[in-house]
T-cell receptor, first 114, second 113 residues
Framework: AQSVTQLGSHVSVSEGALVLLRCNYS??????LFWYVQYPNQGLQLLLK??????LVKGINGFEAEFKKSETSFHLTKPSAHMSDAAEYFC????????????FGTGTQLKVEL | DGGITQSPKYLFRKEGQNVTLSCEQN?????MYWYRQDPGQGLRLIYY???????QKGDIAEGYSVSREKKESFPLTVTSAQKNPTAFYLC????????????FGSGTRLTVV
Protein backbone atom coordinates (compact mmCIF):
# COMPACT_ATOMS: atom_id res chain seq x y z
CA ALA A 1 0.00 0.00 0.00
CA GLN A 2 1.16 3.50 -0.72
CA SER A 3 2.23 5.73 2.14
CA VAL A 4 4.45 8.69 2.96
CA THR A 5 6.70 9.33 5.93
CA GLN A 6 7.75 12.78 6.98
CA LEU A 7 10.94 12.89 8.98
CA GLY A 8 10.92 15.51 11.70
CA SER A 9 7.68 16.79 13.15
CA HIS A 10 9.32 20.16 13.89
CA VAL A 11 11.99 21.98 11.90
CA SER A 12 13.48 25.33 12.87
CA VAL A 13 15.54 27.54 10.55
CA SER A 14 16.86 31.06 10.60
CA GLU A 15 15.43 33.63 8.23
CA GLY A 16 17.42 33.48 5.00
CA ALA A 17 18.61 29.91 5.58
CA LEU A 18 17.86 26.87 3.46
CA VAL A 19 14.60 25.07 4.16
CA LEU A 20 14.64 21.28 3.80
CA LEU A 21 11.56 19.23 4.70
CA ARG A 22 11.87 15.50 4.21
CA CYS A 23 9.35 13.10 2.73
CA ASN A 24 9.88 9.46 1.80
CA TYR A 25 7.27 7.43 0.00
CA SER A 26 6.37 3.81 -0.30
CA UNK A 27 4.71 2.72 -3.50
CA UNK A 28 4.83 -0.30 -5.75
CA UNK A 29 3.81 1.78 -8.75
CA UNK A 30 4.97 5.18 -10.00
CA UNK A 31 3.50 7.56 -7.46
CA UNK A 32 1.74 10.87 -7.72
CA LEU A 33 3.14 13.03 -4.91
CA PHE A 34 2.06 16.34 -3.46
CA TRP A 35 3.18 18.95 -0.94
CA TYR A 36 0.63 21.08 0.87
CA VAL A 37 0.99 23.98 3.30
CA GLN A 38 -1.35 24.82 6.15
CA TYR A 39 -1.46 28.06 8.09
CA PRO A 40 -3.10 28.06 11.56
CA ASN A 41 -6.82 27.33 11.54
CA GLN A 42 -6.96 27.22 7.77
CA GLY A 43 -7.32 24.59 5.10
CA LEU A 44 -4.48 23.13 3.07
CA GLN A 45 -3.05 24.84 0.02
CA LEU A 46 -1.30 22.97 -2.76
CA LEU A 47 2.39 23.93 -3.05
CA LEU A 48 3.41 21.57 -5.83
CA LYS A 49 2.83 18.14 -7.32
CA UNK A 50 4.82 15.42 -9.04
CA UNK A 51 3.03 13.51 -11.78
CA UNK A 52 6.03 11.98 -13.61
CA UNK A 53 6.50 14.79 -16.14
CA UNK A 54 9.73 16.11 -14.56
CA UNK A 55 11.72 15.05 -11.52
CA LEU A 56 12.35 18.61 -10.33
CA VAL A 57 9.09 20.31 -9.58
CA LYS A 58 8.73 24.01 -8.91
CA GLY A 59 5.86 25.28 -6.84
CA ILE A 60 4.51 28.46 -5.39
CA ASN A 61 6.29 30.79 -2.95
CA GLY A 62 9.75 29.71 -4.16
CA PHE A 63 9.45 26.09 -3.06
CA GLU A 64 10.59 23.14 -5.12
CA ALA A 65 10.87 19.39 -4.68
CA GLU A 66 12.91 16.71 -6.39
CA PHE A 67 11.61 13.21 -7.03
CA LYS A 68 14.36 10.66 -6.46
CA LYS A 69 13.24 7.15 -7.28
CA SER A 70 16.49 5.55 -6.06
CA GLU A 71 15.97 7.11 -2.64
CA THR A 72 12.14 6.95 -2.68
CA SER A 73 12.18 10.57 -1.63
CA PHE A 74 10.37 13.79 -2.46
CA HIS A 75 11.98 16.40 -0.22
CA LEU A 76 10.75 19.98 -0.20
CA THR A 77 13.29 22.80 -0.35
CA LYS A 78 13.49 26.56 -0.47
CA PRO A 79 16.84 28.38 -0.79
CA SER A 80 16.04 31.22 1.59
CA ALA A 81 13.44 31.05 4.35
CA HIS A 82 11.12 33.93 5.04
CA MET A 83 9.13 34.58 8.19
CA SER A 84 5.92 34.06 6.21
CA ASP A 85 6.98 30.45 5.50
CA ALA A 86 6.23 29.46 9.09
CA ALA A 87 3.43 26.92 8.78
CA GLU A 88 2.76 23.20 8.76
CA TYR A 89 3.69 21.23 5.68
CA PHE A 90 2.19 17.95 4.55
CA CYS A 91 3.43 15.45 2.03
CA UNK A 92 0.80 13.27 0.34
CA UNK A 93 0.62 10.39 -2.13
CA UNK A 94 -2.26 9.44 -4.34
CA UNK A 95 -3.52 5.95 -3.68
CA UNK A 96 -4.18 3.59 -6.55
CA UNK A 97 -7.62 2.10 -6.80
CA UNK A 98 -10.99 3.78 -6.66
CA UNK A 99 -11.61 7.31 -5.50
CA UNK A 100 -8.26 8.93 -6.30
CA UNK A 101 -7.75 9.24 -2.58
CA UNK A 102 -4.77 10.97 -1.05
CA UNK A 103 -2.98 9.70 2.03
CA PHE A 104 -1.08 12.27 4.02
CA GLY A 105 2.03 12.26 6.15
CA THR A 106 1.87 13.41 9.75
CA GLY A 107 3.13 16.88 8.92
CA THR A 108 6.18 19.01 9.67
CA GLN A 109 5.84 22.26 11.57
CA LEU A 110 8.30 24.82 10.19
CA LYS A 111 9.48 27.60 12.49
CA VAL A 112 11.43 30.53 11.08
CA GLU A 113 13.52 32.56 13.50
CA LEU A 114 15.10 35.97 13.15
CA ASP B 1 -15.13 33.51 -6.76
CA GLY B 2 -15.21 29.75 -6.93
CA GLY B 3 -14.39 27.89 -3.78
CA ILE B 4 -15.40 25.66 -0.91
CA THR B 5 -17.37 26.99 2.04
CA GLN B 6 -17.28 25.15 5.33
CA SER B 7 -19.57 26.25 8.11
CA PRO B 8 -19.54 26.93 10.92
CA LYS B 9 -15.89 27.73 11.54
CA TYR B 10 -16.18 26.82 15.22
CA LEU B 11 -18.72 24.40 16.68
CA PHE B 12 -19.33 23.29 20.23
CA ARG B 13 -21.26 20.14 20.98
CA LYS B 14 -22.48 18.58 24.15
CA GLU B 15 -21.80 14.92 24.68
CA GLY B 16 -24.55 12.75 23.25
CA GLN B 17 -25.60 15.24 20.57
CA ASN B 18 -25.39 14.82 16.83
CA VAL B 19 -24.01 17.75 14.86
CA THR B 20 -23.80 18.41 11.13
CA LEU B 21 -20.91 20.17 9.44
CA SER B 22 -21.64 21.88 6.18
CA CYS B 23 -19.49 21.75 3.02
CA GLU B 24 -20.64 23.61 -0.09
CA GLN B 25 -18.67 24.07 -3.32
CA ASN B 26 -19.24 26.08 -6.48
CA UNK B 27 -16.26 24.67 -8.36
CA UNK B 28 -18.37 22.11 -10.21
CA UNK B 29 -16.01 19.40 -8.96
CA UNK B 30 -17.23 15.82 -9.06
CA UNK B 31 -15.50 14.31 -6.04
CA MET B 32 -15.71 15.48 -2.46
CA TYR B 33 -13.87 14.30 0.66
CA TRP B 34 -14.02 14.70 4.42
CA TYR B 35 -10.85 14.52 6.49
CA ARG B 36 -10.27 14.71 10.20
CA GLN B 37 -7.11 16.38 11.51
CA ASP B 38 -5.64 15.77 14.95
CA PRO B 39 -2.31 17.17 16.18
CA GLY B 40 0.60 14.94 15.18
CA GLN B 41 -1.58 12.57 13.16
CA GLY B 42 -1.94 14.33 9.86
CA LEU B 43 -5.19 13.99 7.97
CA ARG B 44 -7.34 10.88 8.06
CA LEU B 45 -10.08 10.16 5.54
CA ILE B 46 -13.60 9.83 6.92
CA TYR B 47 -15.84 9.57 3.82
CA TYR B 48 -15.66 10.44 0.16
CA UNK B 49 -18.06 10.77 -2.73
CA UNK B 50 -17.24 10.60 -6.42
CA UNK B 51 -20.72 11.31 -7.78
CA UNK B 52 -24.11 12.43 -6.54
CA UNK B 53 -26.04 9.85 -4.50
CA UNK B 54 -22.94 7.73 -3.97
CA UNK B 55 -20.33 7.75 -1.20
CA GLN B 56 -17.79 5.39 0.35
CA LYS B 57 -16.27 4.95 3.78
CA GLY B 58 -12.75 6.06 4.39
CA ASP B 59 -10.35 4.88 7.06
CA ILE B 60 -12.21 6.22 10.10
CA ALA B 61 -15.92 6.25 9.18
CA GLU B 62 -17.26 4.87 12.46
CA GLY B 63 -19.45 7.42 14.25
CA TYR B 64 -19.89 9.57 11.15
CA SER B 65 -22.46 9.76 8.35
CA VAL B 66 -22.74 11.70 5.11
CA SER B 67 -25.10 12.38 2.23
CA ARG B 68 -24.59 13.59 -1.33
CA GLU B 69 -27.95 14.66 -2.68
CA LYS B 70 -26.54 17.55 -4.71
CA LYS B 71 -23.24 17.96 -6.52
CA GLU B 72 -22.54 21.14 -4.58
CA SER B 73 -23.10 19.79 -1.08
CA PHE B 74 -21.51 17.07 1.06
CA PRO B 75 -22.57 17.47 4.71
CA LEU B 76 -20.94 15.44 7.46
CA THR B 77 -22.85 14.39 10.58
CA VAL B 78 -20.88 13.58 13.68
CA THR B 79 -23.05 11.24 15.69
CA SER B 80 -23.08 10.49 19.39
CA ALA B 81 -21.42 7.18 18.54
CA GLN B 82 -18.17 8.99 17.71
CA LYS B 83 -16.25 8.61 20.94
CA ASN B 84 -13.71 11.36 20.47
CA PRO B 85 -15.12 13.94 18.06
CA THR B 86 -13.03 16.94 19.11
CA ALA B 87 -10.92 17.72 16.04
CA PHE B 88 -10.45 19.94 13.02
CA TYR B 89 -12.55 18.79 10.06
CA LEU B 90 -11.58 19.56 6.49
CA CYS B 91 -13.63 19.19 3.34
CA UNK B 92 -11.93 18.88 -0.03
CA UNK B 93 -12.89 18.53 -3.67
CA UNK B 94 -11.19 17.12 -6.74
CA UNK B 95 -11.95 17.87 -10.36
CA UNK B 96 -12.63 14.92 -12.65
CA UNK B 97 -10.10 12.12 -13.00
CA UNK B 98 -7.02 14.32 -13.20
CA UNK B 99 -4.19 14.40 -10.73
CA UNK B 100 -4.31 18.02 -9.78
CA UNK B 101 -4.65 17.20 -6.12
CA UNK B 102 -7.40 18.54 -3.95
CA UNK B 103 -8.86 21.93 -3.17
CA PHE B 104 -9.56 22.38 0.54
CA GLY B 105 -12.07 24.37 2.50
CA SER B 106 -10.99 26.42 5.52
CA GLY B 107 -12.18 23.83 8.03
CA THR B 108 -14.50 23.49 11.01
CA ARG B 109 -13.13 23.11 14.51
CA LEU B 110 -15.44 20.93 16.59
CA THR B 111 -15.14 20.85 20.35
CA VAL B 112 -17.11 18.63 22.68
CA VAL B 113 -17.97 20.33 25.95
Amino acid sequence: AQSVTQLGSHVSVSEGALVLLRCNYSSSVPPYLFWYVQYPNQGLQLLLKYTSAATLVKGINGFEAEFKKSETSFHLTKPSAHMSDAAEYFCAVRLTGGGNKLTFGTGTQLKVEL
Amino acid sequence: DGGITQSPKYLFRKEGQNVTLSCEQNLNHDAMYWYRQDPGQGLRLIYYSQIVNDFQKGDIAEGYSVSREKKESFPLTVTSAQKNPTAFYLCATRVGQTNYGYTFGSGTRLTVV
